[in-house]
Protein backbone atom coordinates (compact mmCIF):
# COMPACT_ATOMS: atom_id res chain seq x y z
CA UNK A 1 0.00 0.00 0.00
CA UNK A 2 0.77 3.41 -0.81
CA UNK A 3 0.18 7.27 0.42
CA UNK A 4 -2.14 8.71 -2.17
CA UNK A 5 -0.41 10.41 -4.64
CA UNK A 6 1.02 14.02 -4.85
CA UNK A 7 -1.29 15.79 -6.93
CA UNK A 8 -3.30 16.89 -3.99
CA UNK A 9 -1.36 19.61 -2.44
CA UNK A 10 -2.25 18.34 0.91
CA UNK A 11 -1.42 14.49 0.81
CA UNK A 12 1.84 13.31 1.51
CA UNK A 13 3.82 10.79 -1.75
CA UNK A 14 6.01 8.27 -0.28
CA UNK A 15 9.37 9.71 0.54
CA UNK A 16 12.80 7.39 0.45
CA UNK A 17 14.30 7.37 3.77
CA UNK A 18 17.17 9.26 4.89
CA UNK A 19 20.28 7.21 4.57
CA UNK A 20 22.30 9.67 6.28
CA UNK A 21 25.06 8.60 7.86
CA UNK A 22 25.04 8.29 11.93
CA UNK A 23 26.93 10.80 13.52
CA UNK A 24 30.07 10.27 16.47
CA UNK A 25 28.41 12.26 18.82
CA UNK A 26 24.87 14.26 19.43
CA UNK A 27 26.99 17.86 19.63
CA UNK A 28 24.92 18.34 16.28
CA UNK A 29 21.34 17.33 16.94
CA UNK A 30 18.62 18.74 17.85
CA UNK A 31 19.25 18.60 21.67
CA UNK A 32 19.72 21.65 23.33
CA UNK A 33 19.09 23.94 20.17
CA UNK A 34 15.66 25.63 18.96
CA UNK A 35 14.48 23.65 16.71
CA UNK A 36 11.47 24.79 14.45
CA UNK A 37 7.98 22.44 14.47
CA UNK A 38 7.22 20.95 11.00
CA UNK A 39 3.98 19.56 10.81
CA UNK A 40 4.63 17.87 6.80
CA UNK A 41 5.66 14.55 6.87
CA UNK A 42 9.40 14.60 6.75
CA UNK A 43 12.07 11.34 7.27
CA UNK A 44 15.03 14.01 6.98
CA UNK A 45 14.55 15.03 10.61
CA UNK A 46 15.56 12.24 12.11
CA UNK A 47 19.35 11.62 13.27
CA UNK A 48 21.10 8.50 14.05
CA UNK A 49 24.19 8.44 16.08
CA UNK A 50 26.50 5.40 16.22
CA UNK A 51 26.55 2.91 19.11
CA UNK A 52 30.35 2.19 18.33
CA UNK A 53 31.75 5.66 19.76
CA UNK A 54 30.25 4.97 23.52
CA UNK A 55 30.82 1.26 23.46
CA UNK A 56 34.22 1.53 22.65
CA UNK A 57 34.45 3.01 26.12
CA UNK A 58 33.37 -0.07 27.49
CA UNK A 59 35.61 -2.05 25.44
CA UNK A 60 33.03 -3.41 23.29
CA UNK A 61 34.16 -4.11 19.27
CA UNK A 62 33.26 -7.08 17.44
CA UNK A 63 30.85 -9.29 18.36
CA UNK A 64 28.78 -8.26 21.10
CA UNK A 65 28.37 -9.83 24.50
CA UNK A 66 24.92 -9.50 24.95
CA UNK A 67 21.86 -10.07 22.73
CA UNK A 68 18.73 -7.22 22.97
CA UNK A 69 16.63 -4.80 21.63
CA UNK A 70 15.74 -0.88 22.93
CA UNK A 71 11.89 -0.84 23.00
CA UNK A 72 10.58 2.62 22.49
CA UNK A 73 7.03 4.02 22.97
CA UNK A 74 5.64 6.75 21.46
CA UNK A 75 2.07 8.50 23.10
CA UNK A 76 2.13 11.34 20.15
CA UNK A 77 1.30 9.67 17.50
CA UNK A 78 -1.04 11.63 15.28
CA UNK A 79 -1.95 11.96 11.42
CA UNK A 80 -5.12 13.10 9.04
CA UNK A 81 -7.01 10.33 7.04
CA UNK A 82 -7.31 11.26 3.54
CA UNK A 83 -10.47 13.08 4.57
CA UNK A 84 -8.95 15.14 6.60
CA UNK A 85 -10.02 13.99 10.09
CA UNK A 86 -6.98 13.23 12.71
CA UNK A 87 -6.49 9.75 13.84
CA UNK A 88 -4.24 8.55 16.79
CA UNK A 89 -2.34 6.20 17.94
CA UNK A 90 0.13 4.19 20.00
CA UNK A 91 3.50 2.83 18.32
CA UNK A 92 5.94 0.47 19.94
CA UNK A 93 8.84 0.26 18.12
CA UNK A 94 11.97 -2.01 18.20
CA UNK A 95 15.15 -1.51 17.77
CA UNK A 96 17.85 -3.87 17.47
CA UNK A 97 21.13 -4.20 19.82
CA UNK A 98 23.34 -5.17 16.88
CA UNK A 99 21.70 -1.72 14.50
CA UNK A 100 24.64 0.43 14.17
CA UNK A 101 23.22 3.49 15.56
CA UNK A 102 20.59 4.69 18.05
CA UNK A 103 17.71 7.55 16.98
CA UNK A 104 18.23 10.32 19.19
CA UNK A 105 15.23 11.27 21.01
CA UNK A 106 14.41 15.17 20.45
CA UNK A 107 14.66 13.83 16.58
CA UNK A 108 12.64 11.36 16.73
CA UNK A 109 9.91 13.86 18.43
CA UNK A 110 10.06 16.17 15.41
CA UNK A 111 10.28 13.36 12.97
CA UNK A 112 7.00 11.77 14.63
CA UNK A 113 5.59 15.39 14.78
CA UNK A 114 5.99 15.82 11.10
CA UNK A 115 2.85 12.98 10.50
CA UNK A 116 0.34 15.70 12.56
CA UNK A 117 -0.86 17.94 9.24
CA UNK A 118 -0.20 15.23 6.59
CA UNK A 119 -2.41 12.85 5.15
CA UNK A 120 -2.22 9.10 4.84
CA UNK A 121 -4.37 6.63 3.60
CA UNK A 122 -4.28 4.30 6.42
CA UNK A 123 -2.73 3.12 10.44
CA UNK A 124 -1.34 0.27 8.06
CA UNK A 125 0.74 3.10 5.34
CA UNK A 126 1.40 5.23 8.82
CA UNK A 127 3.33 1.96 10.29
CA UNK A 128 5.10 1.52 7.01
CA UNK A 129 6.57 4.46 6.67
CA UNK A 130 7.80 4.12 10.41
CA UNK A 131 9.35 0.70 9.82
CA UNK A 132 11.09 2.48 6.86
CA UNK A 133 12.53 5.45 7.93
CA UNK A 134 13.53 4.07 11.51
CA UNK A 135 15.11 1.16 9.76
CA UNK A 136 17.19 3.46 7.21
CA UNK A 137 18.48 5.70 10.54
CA UNK A 138 19.17 2.96 12.54
CA UNK A 139 21.07 0.53 9.62
CA UNK A 140 19.11 -2.56 10.42
CA UNK A 141 15.09 -3.11 10.18
CA UNK A 142 13.14 -2.00 13.41
CA UNK A 143 9.73 -3.45 14.13
CA UNK A 144 6.85 -0.90 14.79
CA UNK A 145 3.43 -2.20 16.45
CA UNK A 146 0.04 0.65 16.24
CA UNK A 147 -1.91 0.27 19.52
CA UNK A 148 -5.38 1.95 18.02
CA UNK A 149 -8.06 4.01 20.31
CA UNK A 150 -9.75 0.73 20.36
CA UNK A 151 -7.15 -0.83 21.86
CA UNK A 152 -6.45 1.87 24.86
CA UNK A 153 -8.52 0.19 27.20
CA UNK A 154 -6.58 -2.75 27.20
CA UNK A 155 -3.50 -1.43 28.04
CA UNK A 156 -1.45 -2.18 30.99
CA UNK A 157 0.43 -0.89 33.94
CA UNK A 158 2.65 -3.54 35.44
CA UNK A 159 5.45 -3.31 37.52
CA UNK A 160 8.95 -4.64 37.37
CA UNK A 161 9.27 -8.01 38.78
CA UNK A 162 11.59 -9.25 41.42
CA UNK A 163 12.88 -8.63 45.35
CA UNK A 164 13.16 -4.80 45.50
CA UNK A 165 16.85 -3.25 45.98
CA UNK A 166 15.29 -0.31 47.44
CA UNK A 167 13.97 -2.40 50.60
CA UNK A 168 17.82 -1.71 52.05
CA UNK A 169 18.09 0.60 54.72
CA UNK A 170 21.97 2.29 53.94
CA UNK A 171 24.32 5.65 53.22
CA UNK A 172 24.95 6.11 49.76
CA UNK A 173 27.66 9.03 48.81
CA UNK A 174 28.95 7.78 45.52
CA UNK A 175 27.15 9.75 42.60
CA UNK A 176 29.01 8.68 39.58
CA UNK A 177 29.29 5.16 38.55
CA UNK A 178 31.87 3.30 40.44
CA UNK A 179 31.89 -0.60 39.61
CA UNK A 180 34.07 -0.94 42.65
CA UNK A 181 31.10 -0.70 44.69
CA UNK A 182 29.79 -4.60 43.06
CA UNK A 183 30.96 -7.58 44.59
CA UNK A 184 29.46 -11.01 45.45
CA UNK A 185 29.99 -13.80 47.92
CA UNK A 186 32.42 -16.20 46.43
CA UNK A 187 31.24 -18.45 49.90
CA UNK A 188 28.30 -19.41 49.16
CA UNK A 189 26.17 -21.78 46.87
CA UNK A 190 25.37 -20.22 43.49
CA UNK A 191 21.83 -18.67 43.56
CA UNK A 192 19.46 -17.61 40.54
CA UNK A 193 17.11 -14.13 41.54
CA UNK A 194 15.64 -11.24 40.14
CA UNK A 195 16.26 -7.55 42.19
CA UNK A 196 15.38 -4.40 40.82
CA UNK A 197 15.39 -0.87 42.34
CA UNK A 198 13.44 2.15 40.90
CA UNK A 199 15.98 4.62 42.19
CA UNK A 200 17.43 4.83 38.57
CA UNK A 201 18.58 8.36 37.72
CA UNK A 202 20.81 9.31 34.94
CA UNK A 203 20.90 12.69 33.03
CA UNK A 204 20.75 13.45 29.15
CA UNK A 205 24.19 13.22 27.63
CA UNK A 206 23.41 16.99 25.61
CA UNK A 207 21.64 18.40 27.99
CA UNK A 208 21.76 17.20 31.49
CA UNK A 209 18.16 17.28 32.44
CA UNK A 210 16.96 14.43 34.09
CA UNK A 211 16.62 10.82 33.13
CA UNK A 212 14.34 8.83 35.77
CA UNK A 213 14.51 4.67 35.19
CA UNK A 214 13.56 1.74 37.22
CA UNK A 215 15.86 -1.40 36.55
CA UNK A 216 15.57 -4.72 36.72
CA UNK A 217 18.66 -7.19 37.22
CA UNK A 218 18.02 -11.22 36.32
CA UNK A 219 21.15 -13.26 36.99
CA UNK A 220 22.68 -16.73 37.89
CA UNK A 221 25.61 -17.54 39.44
CA UNK A 222 27.32 -16.34 43.00
CA UNK A 223 25.34 -14.57 45.21
CA UNK A 224 25.52 -10.64 44.08
CA UNK A 225 25.74 -8.53 47.41
CA UNK A 226 22.67 -6.54 46.86
CA UNK A 227 23.99 -3.18 48.76
CA UNK A 228 26.92 -3.06 46.86
CA UNK A 229 24.49 -3.56 44.23
CA UNK A 230 21.85 -0.65 45.24
CA UNK A 231 24.78 1.43 46.01
CA UNK A 232 26.51 1.04 42.00
CA UNK A 233 23.07 1.84 40.90
CA UNK A 234 22.36 4.80 42.97
CA UNK A 235 25.89 5.68 41.68
CA UNK A 236 24.37 6.57 37.83
CA UNK A 237 23.04 9.62 39.59
CA UNK A 238 24.86 12.49 38.09
CA UNK A 239 26.01 10.47 35.34
CA UNK A 240 25.25 11.99 32.18
CA UNK A 241 24.62 9.26 28.80
CA UNK A 242 21.66 8.11 26.94
CA UNK A 243 19.82 5.43 27.93
CA UNK A 244 20.84 2.82 25.55
CA UNK A 245 24.38 3.42 26.92
CA UNK A 246 23.57 3.06 30.57
CA UNK A 247 22.02 -0.05 30.39
CA UNK A 248 25.42 -1.37 28.35
CA UNK A 249 27.24 0.06 31.31
CA UNK A 250 25.46 -1.64 33.79
CA UNK A 251 25.49 -5.30 32.19
CA UNK A 252 29.01 -4.71 31.27
CA UNK A 253 30.13 -3.64 35.07
CA UNK A 254 28.21 -6.64 36.53
CA UNK A 255 29.90 -9.15 33.84
CA UNK A 256 33.03 -7.60 34.58
CA UNK A 257 33.09 -7.60 38.06
CA UNK A 258 30.14 -10.58 39.35
CA UNK A 259 31.17 -12.88 36.48
CA UNK A 260 27.75 -14.16 36.51
CA UNK A 261 26.79 -17.77 34.24
CA UNK A 262 23.94 -15.94 32.91
CA UNK A 263 22.54 -11.82 33.34
CA UNK A 264 19.81 -9.62 32.14
CA UNK A 265 19.62 -5.88 32.36
CA UNK A 266 16.33 -4.47 31.79
CA UNK A 267 15.19 -0.48 32.15
CA UNK A 268 12.21 1.46 31.67
CA UNK A 269 12.76 5.00 31.93
CA UNK A 270 10.23 7.50 32.22
CA UNK A 271 9.02 9.49 28.99
CA UNK A 272 10.51 12.49 27.77
CA UNK A 273 8.34 14.36 24.95
CA UNK A 274 5.74 11.80 24.25
CA UNK A 275 8.61 8.91 24.07
CA UNK A 276 9.87 6.57 26.50
CA UNK A 277 13.23 4.22 25.83
CA UNK A 278 13.12 0.50 27.80
CA UNK A 279 16.84 -0.70 27.04
CA UNK A 280 17.26 -4.59 27.52
CA UNK A 281 19.85 -6.35 26.80
CA UNK A 282 20.60 -10.00 27.88
CA UNK A 283 23.75 -12.82 27.78
CA UNK A 284 21.75 -15.69 26.10
CA UNK A 285 18.27 -15.84 23.92
CA UNK A 286 14.94 -15.68 25.98
CA UNK A 287 11.77 -13.73 25.30
CA UNK A 288 11.84 -10.12 24.72
CA UNK A 289 9.81 -8.32 27.12
CA UNK A 290 6.66 -7.32 26.86
CA UNK A 291 6.53 -3.90 26.22
CA UNK A 292 4.04 -2.79 29.02
CA UNK A 293 4.81 0.37 31.21
CA UNK A 294 5.42 0.81 34.75
CA UNK A 295 3.17 3.39 36.69
CA UNK A 296 5.75 6.32 36.57
CA UNK A 297 5.67 5.99 32.76
Known amino acids: MT ?34 YRDQYDPSLLFPITRDTKRAELGLGGTLP ?13 WLNPRGKPQIALATITVPCESPAIIESKSFKLYLNSFNMSRFESADVVRDRLVADLSAACGLRVGVR ?41 SQADTEETLHSRLLKSNCLVTGQPDWGSVQIRYSGAPIDHAGLLRYLVSFRNHNEFHEQCVERIYTDIMARCHPVRLMVYARYTRRGGLDINPWRSSHPEMVPANVRTARQ
Open 3 to 36: TSPDTTPARVAPVAPAQAAPAEDASASPLGQVAA
Open 66 to 78: FLGCDLWTAYELS
Open 146 to 186: LVLPEQFEAQRVIELEGTSLDRLDLDCDQYEPDPGLLGVDT
